[in-house]
């Protein structure tokens, strides 16, 4: 078995792939809501940084 091997994936595969790294995202903000607080303002400010470079990576294209 390949475990970093090149796969080919249908749209509805994605969506699955997305709703459930969503669900696993509400699940740990529930669960670890005071942990997050704490690092709201670095997370966000990476947030920020990440938006940006995608978003001048893919007018560049």
Known sequence: MK???KYT???WQLGILKLSII???LIIGASWS???QQVMY???V????SS???IV???KQ
């Open 42 to 44: 670095p997370l966000g």
């Open 57 to 59: 990576v893919s007018l």
């Open 23 to 25: 669900t696993l995202g």
């Open 3 to 5: 475990l970093f091997g």
């Open 34 to 36: 005071q942990t997050v």
């Open 9 to 11: 994936f249908h749209w």
């Open 46 to 49: 990476l947030f920020v940084i």
């Open 52 to 54: 940006v470079y995608i």
